[in-house]
Structures are given as C-alpha cells and as structure tokens.
T-cell receptor
Framework: GDSVTQMEGPVTLSEEAFLTINCTYT??????LFWYVQYPGEGLQLLLK?????DKGSNKGFEATYRKETTSFHLEKGSVQVSDSAVYFC??????????FGPGTRLSVLP | DAGVIQSPRHEVTEMGQEVTLRCKPI?????LFWYRQTMMRGLELLIY????????DSGMPEDRFSAKMPNASFSTLKIQPSEPRDSAVYFC????????????FGPGTRLTVT
C-alpha cells in the first residue's frame, strides 16, 4: 500500500537557520502531496500542497516541490522563527484511496 | 467560512461511562474523518464517511466504539463503556474533491478517562 516516510525528529535549530524536513513516499499512480503543521494543543493545519509532478507548494515562507523522479516532497524554509516550533506531517492522497500521513517530525526553534 | 467544529473541547469521565464526541464538518465537504492521536501510537484513522455513508471503519478499535453521520452537517463518535486506554485527543476532519481532497481538521477533543 501507499506509505510516507519522514526524517526522524526532533529537529532543533537556532532562529534564522535554514530548515529542511525530508519526506519520501511510495505510491502507485500520481498522488497529491501535502504538508500539515500541528502547533501545541491544536489540530493539524494544512500548510501547503502539490497535486502534480514539479508543482511547488508554498505558504508562510515554507516551500516543497513534488519530485516524482525521487518520490520526494521535502519541506524547506529559509529562515525559521521560534513560532515555527511545531510538529510537521507529510501526507499523500491517491484518488480512491485513504489519506496517508507520515509519523510527524517535531521541530524546536531556539531563540 | 467556519472551520470544522468539535465539541466538547475537553472531556473527563470515569471508566465505564458513555462518552459522545461531536463534529460539524465544513459546509459543502462530503467526506468526514475521525482520528485518534496519542503519544504512543501517533495519528490513527478510526473511520471515514463519504456522503454520510461509512466507507472504512477498519480502524475502529473494538465494538465499544461507534460512529454515526445522520446528515451532512453532523457526526458523532461514541465510546461505551469508556476505558482509561481510550484517553487521547480525538480529531474530526472533512474534505471534498474541491479541496483536492486536502483534509481540514477541527481543534480536537481531549478525552481523559479515569
């Protein structure tokens, strides 16, 4: 079945550092890909999405590019802030299939 | 537009009691999902509905759990009887083809069973 793999956390960075959270997937066909963010005590929020190969999703300074050749959808941000501290989930959806979430990566940003 | 609404936000109950969690999906969304999140097991899909019909309930842990969706704007997740191991945060989410099937989550209900 379809699956999503994310880099192990926690990831700890200093403010203004560059962020990369790796995400790779296994799926048949052409799934849509998503990144969600969960702040402490809150539900998951859709951060960005991409629906076809080479699409770039972006939001709030975060970006991810749908790379079909490497089956990846890595999340990046050029300069993180303390307020970005959260858990980040990579996910995919194949038409007619269940949504599949990765295990999540906890990010801590230190001032 | 209002997001997914869940109630109550917090529930504390004693073992053996019945618990009912409620969800109102985003208007116009035709799929609804119930998830459970714990530190040990992460995010688990319990059940999902499409056009008010349960499609996949394979994630429902046991017969103590049941879910209904009597109409497009309301769903319940019931646990009877509740046990301490049911303590978790329960999320409801909704989606539609118009969102590219992206799921939109509610704030969750934190359930504590003592």
């Amino acid at each position: 079945g379809d699956s999503v793999t994310q880099m192990e956390g926690p990831v700890t960075l200093s403010e203004e550092a560059f962020l990369t959270i790796n995400c790779t997937y296994t799926a048949t066909g052409y799934p849509s890909l998503f990144w969600y963010v969960q702040y402490p005590g809150e539900g998951l929020q859709l951060l960005l999405k991409a629906t076809k190969a080479d699409d770039k999703g972006s939001n709030k300074g975060f970006e991810a590019t749908y790379r079909k050749e490497t089956t990846s959808f890595h999340l990046e941000k050029g300069s993180v802030q303390v307020s970005d501290s959260a858990v980040y989930f990579c996910a995919l959806h194949n038409y007619g299939q269940n949504f599949v979430f990765g295990p999540g990566t906890r990010l801590s940003v230190l001032p | 537009d209002a997001g997914v609404i869940q109630s109550p936000r917090h529930e504390v109950t004693e073992m053996g009691q019945e618990v009912t969690l409620r969800c109102k999906p985003i208007s116009g969304h035709n799929s609804l999902f119930w998830y459970r999140q714990t530190m040990m097991r992460g995010l688990e899909l319990l059940i999902y509905f499409n056009n008010n019909v349960p499609i996949d309930d394979s994630g429902m842990p046991e017969d103590r759990f049941s879910a209904k969706m009597p109409n497009a704007s309301f769903s319940t997740l019931k646990i009877q009887p509740s046990e301490p191991r049911d303590s978790a945060v329960y999320f409801c989410a909704s989606s539609s083809p118009g969102t590219n099937f992206a799921q939109y989550f509610g704030p969750g209900t934190r359930l504590t069973v003592t």
